[in-house]
């Protein structure tokens, strides 16, 4: 039994940053142009080559997107940008359109092609054709189930790779027109507005300005608004299907998100290879799930057709907890150099947040102001992005991230 890799989004270098320090065995970034998440940061031509030396000196992969599905006019321009990416060294691209795959296949011909989920691979000969014109690794589609899986994996020799958690789309395998045709921004460019989030109702046609609700709900209806992927009670059963990778979803996500579900998903895996047999799911990895920001949890397709996987009592995001800040470095006296993400006052009770799932614990106490403007002063309210000294529990290091505790509740 090998265990997979643990394959993170990063979504700038920020995010880059975070996920290797909370145990990502690969990455996945986007470029200027060309994936299917053009609304997040995303990487520039000039800051690619500083991420993968970044990575490589770490020991983790690092794969670009390229699984738009570029139109003919724009095909020109995907060639000049393939070239301008030629010298770099990418571990693998992220394709999902045929027409992307044999560019780059003529351009970079060693290059290793990592086929996207957007390319709908829902059964063993769809592997197995793929695999046959050189793909190096499929990521399964996500509507397929646990022994769809399997199947797959015992019958094919190229390595497969699955989601376990992230943001499901309605669409099948995420390939949907309901943005192009609402906002004329297309998803498959990767300019998708999420109207699948949207508050919907019904209209008839003689009674122009009257909303009847779908279904009984004094907060409306959300019957295109999917639940999270949540795959970590059956990580064990992913594991020993034979994939090689467990993907997780969120480019556009915070550091918060990408920390808190990375540290899940590598205990959760490193504890699962390193005793099989004696495994279990600790109660504390799914609370730390739900303190994230979410729309609660469904596990998809996995067991079959799923039931549970629409909301129709919310169309925000579930968390219970709010970063506040990111330590940059240690200071004498128990104390630490702190970049505030979110406001926070004297006496809030805050919780360290490590890799491993380390935490600890504390209370806000002598905030001092570390900005040149104000360096030394006291400080009741810490307010976002300022820079603050702040005493720390022992455990603490750079990198660590700092929060506020709350109780669940829902957010836009």
Sequence with gaps: MKKPELLAPAGNMEKLKCAVRYGADAVYLGGPEFGLRNMSDNFSLDEMLPALTFCHENGVHCYLT??????????????????????????????????????????????????????????????????????????????????????????????????????????????????????????????????????????????????????????????????????????????????????????????????????????????????????????????????LSHRGYTTGFLLGNPLDVGQSYHAGYLRSHKLVGTILKLLPEGRALVLVKNRFKEGDQLSLMGPHMKNADFHACNIVSADQDAEGLLLDLAQPNMKIILPVPPQASPGDLIRLPGRLQETA
Excluded at 152 to 175: D, K, M, Q, W
Excluded at 247 to 255: A, F, L, S, W
Excluded at 265 to 290: H, K, Q
Aim: proline share 5%; glycine share 6%.
């Design 66 to 291: 390229v699984n738009s599905y570029p139109p003919d006019q724009m095909l020109d321009r995907l060639e000049k940008y393939l070239y301008s990416l030629d010298e770099l060294p990418f571990d693998a691209y992220i394709i999902s359109d045929p027409g992307v795959f044999r560019m780059v296949r003529r351009i970079s011909p060693k290059k290793e092609v990592h086929l996207s989920t957007q390319a709908n691979t829902i059964n063993r000969e769809s592997a197995l054709f793929w695999q046959e014109l050189g793909v190096n690794r499929v990521n399964l589609a996500r509507e397929m189930t646990l022994q769809e899986i399997r199947s797959t994996t015992g019958n094919v020799s190229i390595p497969c790779e699955v989601f376990v958690h992230g943001a499901l789309c309605i669409a099948y395998s995420g390939r949907c027109l309901l943005s192009s045709a609402i906002t004329g921004r297309s998803a498959n460019l990767g300019e998708c507005t999420q109207p699948c989030r949207w508050k919907y109702a019904l209209v008839e046609e003689t009674r122009p300005g009257q909303y009847q609700p779908v279904e009984e709900d004094s907060n409306g209806t959300f019957i295109f608004n999917s639940r999270d992927l949540c795959l970590l009670e059956y990580l064990p059963d992913l594991v020993r299907s034979g994939v090689s990778a467990l993907k997780i979803e969120g480019r556009m996500k915070g550091v918060h998100y990408l920390a808190g579900v990375l540290r899940v998903y590598r205990t959760a895996l490193d504890s699962f290879c390193a005793n099989p047999d004696g495994f279990v799911i600790d109660p504390s990895w799914m609370e730390e799930l739900t303190t």
